[in-house]
């Protein structure tokens, strides 16, 4: 099956500094790919959609300036927190949905922990 | 958006045969079924998907009645390592998921 790596796995960061996570497919090329943040014992929340070669698609309440999204190549897509503070605290996961797929199945990544201190 | 409604935890024992039930009564007609699996601090893991009637790979069965408006997902012979989130989504298009609460499946020995 397809697979969908992520890194770092975790990351520590200081509040105010910025931290970047790659998501990456594998075997497949991905026009498109998925952010989701997951708090503690809660579900996953999608943040953004990713699409290669242009701006991407925020969810209500998630600022972009504050979220920055990348997707330069059709295997790589970057989220990068800018001025992280401790609420920022999350499991961050992004997933790709395969083009050639006929019913858009999403893979997802292993996600990203990220520990604001 | 169909909004779907599943138990939020069920107990079971090793060897048993897992029923984990879904209700979405306002899935579109161009709406898939899919359940993902949720391990502590790793990505969903997609296990099985299906449109109508019944559906079976080498992990899980799906049960998808006439109407649509639910699903049951099958686990055979369930295992230890089968404790996770279980999480039902309906979708159509190419966006982004919406998950809900997800089932918290706890096998014991």
């Known amino acids: 099956g397809a697979v969908v790596s992520q890194h770092p796995s975790r990351v520590i960061c200081k509040s105010g500094t910025s931290v970047k996570i790659e998501c990456r497919s594998l075997?497949?090329?991905?026009?498109?790919m998925f952010w989701y943040r997951q708090f503690p014992k809660k579900s996953l929340m999608l943040m953004a959609t990713?699409?290669?070669?242009?701006?991407?698609?925020?969810e209500q309440g998630v600022e972009k300036d504050k979220f920055l999204i990348n997707h330069a190549s059709l295997t790589l897509s970057t989220l990068t927190v800018t001025s992280a503070h401790p609420e920022d605290s999350s499991f961050y996961i992004c997933?790709?949905?395969?083009?050639?797929?006929?019913?858009?199945?999403?893979?997802f990544g292993p996600g990203t922990r990220l520990t604001v201190t | 958006l169909a909004k779907t409604t599943q138990p939020i935890s069920m107990d079971s024992y090793e060897g048993q045969e897992v029923n984990i039930t879904c209700s979405h009564n306002?899935?579109?007609?161009?709406?898939?079924i899919t359940w993902y699996q949720q391990f502590p601090s790793q990505g969903p893991r997609f296990i099985i998907q299906?449109?109508?009637t019944k559906v079976t790979n080498e992990v899980a069965s799906l049960f998808i009645p006439a109407d649509r408006k639910s699903s049951t997902l099958s686990l055979p012979r369930v295992s230890l390592s089968d404790t996770a989130v279980y999480y039902c989504l309906v979708r159509g298009g190419a966006d982004g998921l919406t998950f809900g609460k997800g089932t918290h499946l706890i096998i014991q020995p």
């Open positions: 299906g449109y109508k």
């Open positions: 075997d497949f090329q991905a026009t498109t």
């Open positions: 990713s699409n290669e070669g242009s701006k991407a698609t925020y």
């Open positions: 306002n899935i579109a007609t161009n709406d898939y």
């Open positions: 997933s790709a949905r395969d083009p050639s797929g006929l019913t858009y199945e999403q893979y």
